[in-house]
C-alpha cells in the first residue's frame, strides 16, 4: 500500500468489525486443529486451488500472480506453519516498528 492507500484506510476501518475478525479467525483456526489428525499435511496446494483464493476469492491485488506461484506447490502443514502460526508475529513486528519510529510507547 501507498502512502495515500494508507490514510484512505485509517479514515474508513471499522476497529470493531476488525476485532471481531481476528475473533472469528481465532475460532475457525481453534476448529480446525481438532481435525488435524485427518488432514493430509504433506498434500501440496494445487494452483487452481491457490489461484481461487488469491485471485478469484480477492485475497491479494496487484501482485496476486506472484502469488500464486510462490504458493503453489507449498504443503498444507507449510501453509499452517506459516499462516497460522508464525506470519501474524511478522505483523506483530511491523506494528511495532512503525509506532517506536513514530515514538509511540506501550506500557
Not at 494508507?6 to 471499522?14: G, H
Not at 475457525?28 to 488435524?36: A, M, N
Request: hydrophobic content about 40%.
Amino acid at each position: 500500500m501507498n502512502f495515500a492507500e494508507v490514510d484512505d484506510l485509517n479514515q474508513r476501518i471499522d476497529l470493531g468489525a476488525l476485532h471481531e475478525y481476528g475473533r472469528a479467525v481465532q475460532a475457525r483456526t481453534r476448529e480446525i486443529v481438532t481435525h488435524i489428525d485427518r488432514v493430509d499435511l504433506d498434500a501440496k496446494l494445487q494452483e487452481e486451488r491457490v489461484r481461487a483464493i488469491v485471485i478469484d476469492e480477492g485475497l491479494a491485488y496487484g501482485e496476486a500472480r506472484d502469488l500464486v506461484d510462490t504458493y503453489t506447490g507449498w504443503t498444507k502443514g507449510k501453509c499452517l506453519m506459516n499462516f497460522g502460526l508464525t506470519h501474524p508475529y511478522q505483523h506483530v513486528g511491523e506494528m511495532g516498528v512503525i509506532a517506536s519510529l513514530l515514538g509511540v510507547v506501550f506500557d
